[in-house]
Structure formats: C-alpha cells, structure tokens
Nanobody, 127 residues
Framework: QVQLVESGGGVVQAGGSLRLSCAAS????????VGWFRQTPGKEREFVAC????????DYAGSVKGRFTIYRDNTNTTIYLQMNSLEFEDTAVYYCAARPNYGIDYLYRTRPAYDYWGQGTQVTVSS
C-alpha cells in the first residue's frame, strides 16, 4: 500500500507562485506514474499534470501548460508541482495520485487509472 501525502498549499495572490509536494510513505516513485488532479466544489476532479516512471515524459492540461511544471526529486521519493502565474481559476483542492507502471510506459489523464490518492491540499488564489 502506497500512502501519499501532499503539502505546500496555501493562499497566494494572482500572478504568484506555489510549489506543491507529494511524498510517498515507505516507497519510491521510480516505478510509478504520478499525477496531479484538482477539484472545486460541485465539479468533477480534473487532470492537471502527470509524469512517467523515469521522468522522461510529462503531460499537462491545456489550462496549466506553460505555467505549471511537474518533476521528481533525485531521491525518487517526492513529486513536485511548481505553479507559476497563478490565476483565480486555479483555486481548488489539489490531489496527488500514483499507479505502478505495470510495464507500460503511458501517461494517464483519467481518475480510474490511478490506484493511490493523497488527502489533498487547498490552493486559494486571490484576485
């Protein structure tokens, strides 16, 4: 069982930056695909970004491409989401998710594809 813990959320003014962290308890991410999703009240949880098991490939939602960056640290235990030029519409609870690559190098944008989820961290962008 992989336990994921997000941190780094908070309140920031529009145009500002935040970096979210996703730490894996007792595991490394070296064989996992990791994604970030976000959700606002009354809406479906939506894909934000993901990174493959060896960090050679990434994928982003169109709304964040060019502003957000997903990357992994050298110890393979933490995935980061660097968020720049934040907009009011980025306000949401952000969730980290992971799945083993099962020998398939593919980037997944859908919620059911992921086996493990964190508890979420709130990001609030003030206009």
């Amino acid at each position: 069982q992989v336990q994921l813990v997000e941190s780094g959320g908070g309140v920031v003014q529009a145009g500002g930056s935040l970096r979210l962290s996703c730490a894996a308890s007792g595991h490394t991410f070296s064989t996992y695909i990791v994604g970030w999703f976000r959700q606002t009240p009354g809406k479906e949880r939506e894909f934000v970004a993901c990174i493959n098991y060896d960090t050679s490939r990434t994928d982003y939602a169109g709304s964040v491409k060019g502003r957000f960056t997903i990357y992994r640290d050298n110890t393979n235990t933490t995935i980061y989401l660097q968020m720049n030029s934040l907009e009011f519409e980025d306000t949401a609870v952000y969730y980290c998710a992971a799945r083993p690559n099962y020998g398939i190098d593919y980037l997944y944008r859908t919620r059911p594809a992921y086996d493990y989820w964190g508890q979420g961290t709130q990001v609030t962008v003030s206009s």
